[in-house]
């Protein structure tokens, strides 16, 4: 799904969805950041293409760097 996949997702977008651990737990801009380099790094060591890396990156920051 995050890549334009068949399937659409109709539940709640991911801000919405990670709402609760943002006022309850205290998670913040650096915690999806820190995820959202874990993930690029996986994704070049598997050579995924840079501009699917990118997107993926993207959508793990919400689009914010």
């Known amino acids: 799904l ?12 991911i ?17 999806f950041r820190r995820v959202a380099a874990l993930l690029q790094a996986a994704l070049e060591k598997l050579d995924v293409p840079p501009a699917l890396v990118a997107a993926a990156r993207a959508k793990a920051t919400l689009g914010r760097a």
């Open 2 to 13: 995050a890549f334009g996949g068949k399937d659409q997702y109709l539940g709640k977008s």
């Open 15 to 31: 801000a919405e969805a990670h709402a609760h651990l943002i006022t309850a737990r205290g998670v913040n801009r650096s915690h």
